[in-house]
């Protein structure tokens, strides 16, 4: 696993459009060796801006978007168009504003009545329908992974005391019970989260830097945990590195 760069931009909105740079040049480095990017992308207030920002950007006509796999690392578990579903979000600030093509983008089921378990089986299957060689723990190797944290540590939808987060078989579960509504969600396990070729933690606000803080200094959250094959990075603002180690 990699090691961890901190990167410290002076506000939130700085923080989303040098990630949202970063994002039109990963995807753009990636294609560029002939492969098909795949992406795993976040919800909350700073990847909304983020992903607006992509959709704005000129550069990113310098990507072929219907050569890029979308993927989700967790979700509400609500109806299919919800508005707080991620998937619903970011297609609004993005998927919406580019050419994708609609079979690489891969939503976490819906709730149609079928349980968050049956819906965390379905995804499970069809991340590791995608797997290729070399591909390990039921997942693609992605390209990017960005994930936000929150106020206790929490990545995706893994809480931390939730016994979830030991779980290493499957690549997505069902949560319930959330502290945070919605109460139940679907979110990719640990061992999913690895599977990146870098992992990207974009958090802003003074309420997130107790978490920062933990994270980055080993401390027993699931922010702490995931990390990229070639690069682990933390994009944050000022607000958020208040209580980075050494500070």
Do not use: C
């Amino acid at each position: 696993m990699s090691a961890v760069s901190v990167l410290v931009n002076r506000d939130a909105e700085g923080l989303a459009h040098a990630v949202a740079a970063r994002f039109i040049t990963r995807l753009v480095d990636v294609q560029s060796t002939g492969k098909v990017a795949q992406v795993v992308l976040t919800g909350g207030r700073v990847a909304a801006v983020v992903y607006r920002a992509v959709a704005e950007s000129p550069a990113r006509h310098a990507i072929d978007w219907r050569r890029v796999e979308f993927w989700w690392g967790d979700e509400r578990f609500l109806p299919d168009g919800d508005p707080e579903r991620n998937e619903t979000q970011n297609r609004e600030a993005l998927l919406s504003h580019v050419d994708v093509d609609p079979a690489r983008v891969h939503p976490i089921p819906a709730d149609s009545g079928q349980g968050a378990e049956a819906a965390a089986t379905a995804y499970a299957a069809e991340l590791k329908a995608a797997m290729g060689s070399g591909d390990q723990d039921g997942v693609p190797t992605f390209d990017v992974l960005m994930l936000g944290v929150g106020p206790d540590g929490h990545v995706a939808s893994l809480f931390p005391g939730f016994a979830q987060l030991k779980v290493t078989d499957v690549a997505a579960v069902a949560v319930h019970d959330s502290p945070k509504p919605p109460p139940t969600r679907v979110s990719l396990t640990l061992p999913a989260l690895d599977r990146a070729r870098e992992v990207w933690f974009v958090v802003s606000g003074e309420d997130k830097a107790h978490a920062v803080g933990q994270a980055l200094s080993g401390g027993d959250v699931p922010a702490a945990q995931p990390k990229g094959l070639d690069r682990t990075l933390w994009l944050v603002d000022e607000a958020a590195a208040q209580e980075l180690p050494g500070s």
